[in-house]
């Protein structure tokens, strides 16, 4: 009977040791997919939208009801952080969004549109189309 608690005992401090190694490994983990995200987050791409008249609530609901809000984006360089800043200036809800203004930074550093600006859309090639078309629709 003792010697069938001494093994109980010595199987529990086994799983406890186990559980706790098993917890390091898990967390070493987890801080590996932290940095990973981090990684992903180099391209800073911040909107700026105006909104047409009456609609600034349904407009700056991707900004969590801001008018302005940065967004962290994967991009592998400044080159295809710029493309993405580009891409952004999409606006497909031509009766809610008049217009917006995206400026982008990779690492830290910011970044200019190809006409040397700090507002990427004026490279979007559908601006005219896209921007100012609250009262056509």
């Known amino acids: 009977m003792v010697w069938s608690a001494a093994m109980n005992i010595k199987h529990a401090l086994s799983a406890v040791i186990f559980l706790s190694g098993l917890s390091m490994v898990l967390a ?11 990684d992903e987050g180099d391209c800073a791409i911040t ?7 009456g ?12 008018q302005t809000c940065t967004k962290n984006v ?17 606006n497909d809800r031509l009766t809610v969004t008049a217009s917006k203004v995206i400026s982008a930074s990779y690492k830290g550093k910011a970044l200019k549109s190809k006409a040397g600006k700090d507002d ?9 189309t896209e921007f100012n078309q609250c009262a056509k629709k």
């Not at 994967?74 to 999409?90: L, R, T």
């Not at 004026?122 to 005219?128: N, V």
């Open 28 to 38: 070493s983990v987890d801080v590996g997919v932290e940095l990973a995200q981090a």
């Open 47 to 53: 909107y700026t939208r105006t909104a047409c008249p």
């Open 55 to 66: 609609q600034e609530a349904e407009s700056y609901k991707k900004c969590d009801g801001k």
């Open 74 to 90: 994967a991009a592998s360089s400044a080159e295809k952080c710029q493309e993405a800043a580009v891409q952004a200036c999409a």
């Open 120 to 128: 990427m859309c004026l490279d979007y090639a559908k601006r005219d």
